[in-house]
């Protein structure tokens, strides 16, 4: 199966390192303006949906950390 993204395995990592679900991190996105539902965080996470430039910056300020610790 091809990888429709490069950082939902970043993504999973983070937000397990920071002890959050995938409830609280959406809703952290939520409050960032990425209206976003926890089954397409799974599908972001698990590399199966694409992600474009927005809501990578969106994520990465949900997660309250630099951008370029999602990119491998």
């Known amino acids: 199966m091809t990888k429709a993204n490069v950082v939902g395995k970043q993504i999973r990592a983070i937000r397990k390192e920071k002890k959050l679900t995938q409830e ?17 965080l799974a599908k972001i996470e698990s590399g ?24 491998p």
């Open 48 to 71: 199966v949906r694409q992600v474009i430039d927005i809501e990578i910056v969106l994520i990465s300020k949900a997660l309250n950390i630099n951008i370029y610790r999602l990119f």
């Open 24 to 40: 609280q991190l959406t809703t952290r996105c939520n409050l960032e303006g990425f209206d976003i539902s926890r089954g397409t």
